[in-house]
T-cell receptor, first 114, second 116 residues
Framework: KQEVTQIPAALSVPEGENLVLNCSFT??????LQWFRQDPGKGLTSLLL?????REQTSGRLNASLDKSSGRSTLYIAASQPGDSATYLC?????????????FGKGITLSVRP | DTGVSQDPRHKITKRGQNVTFRCDPI?????LYWYRQTLGQGPEFLTY????????KSRLLSDRFSAERPKGSFSTLEIQRTEQGDSAMYLC??????????????FGPGTRLTVL
């Protein structure tokens, strides 16, 4: 059974700092990995999707990397801003079967202090 | 296209009542998923449809839960005889299996259910 872990559960940083959020998964047979942002009481916004054959994806100040063999992904946020405060979730899609259901971690709640 | 929409956004009900949620996926998306998220946890898969066919149900989906997707468009999730443990955010997502090799899932805003 796939398990996705995100540690720590919460993180507080001063504005302007570059930071890295970690995600690990137990089964390397994944099709892709997605990073999402969730604001309190809201739905999920997809930030980046990395296919299993890719090493990284970039969007603006965000860069996500994937090391499939070691079961790890990181989300790098450059020059953090208070508006980046949210919960960040990673999710993996299995490489087997037709079902593309996602398995999520519990998320990392980020607070960026002005 | 305005993305995935869900209705209602919030629902408060008393234990034992039935509730129904609706999800409208992105147009042309042939896959639709339901997830449940409790406080401090990541979303957990409940069920998914490809067009109108319900192809998989999680063991989390007890017999009090039923989902439909008539005509392969919108979907409804009904919970009968609600229990306090059903209180959660119910999230809907859709994707297109076909030309898009990524089959990326796009999520709606969710329906927050509170069972008193």
């Amino acid at each position: 059974k796939q398990e996705v872990t995100q540690i720590p559960a919460a993180l507080s940083v001063p504005e302007g700092e570059n930071l890295v959020l970690n995600c690990s998964f137990t089964d390397s047979a994944i099709y892709n990995l997605q990073w999402f942002r969730q604001d309190p009481g809201k739905g999920l916004t997809s930030l980046l999707l990395i296919q299993s054959s890719q090493r990284e994806q970039t969007s603006g100040r965000l860069n996500a990397s994937l090391d499939k063999s070691s079961g790890r992904s990181t989300l790098y946020i450059a020059a953090s801003q208070p508006g980046d405060s949210a919960t960040y979730l990673c999710a993996v899609r299995p490489d087997t079967g037709a079902n593309s259901k996602l398995t999520f971690g519990k998320g990392i709640t980020l607070s960026v202090r002005p | 296209d305005t993305g995935v929409s869900q209705d209602p956004r919030h629902k408060i009900t008393k234990r034992g009542q039935n509730v129904t949620f609706r999800c409208d996926p992105i147009s042309e998306h042939n896959r639709l998923y339901w997830y449940r998220q409790t406080l401090g946890q990541g979303p957990e898969f409940l069920t998914y449809f490809q067009n109108e066919a319900q192809l998989e149900k999680s063991r989390l989906l007890s017999d009090r839960f039923s989902a439909e997707r008539p005509k392969g468009s919108f979907s409804t999730l009904e919970i009968q005889r609600t229990e306090q443990g059903d209180s959660a955010m119910y999230l809907c997502a859709s994707s297109f299996l076909g030309i898009d090799p990524y089959n990326e899932q796009f999520f709606g805003p969710g329906t927050r259910l509170t069972v008193l």
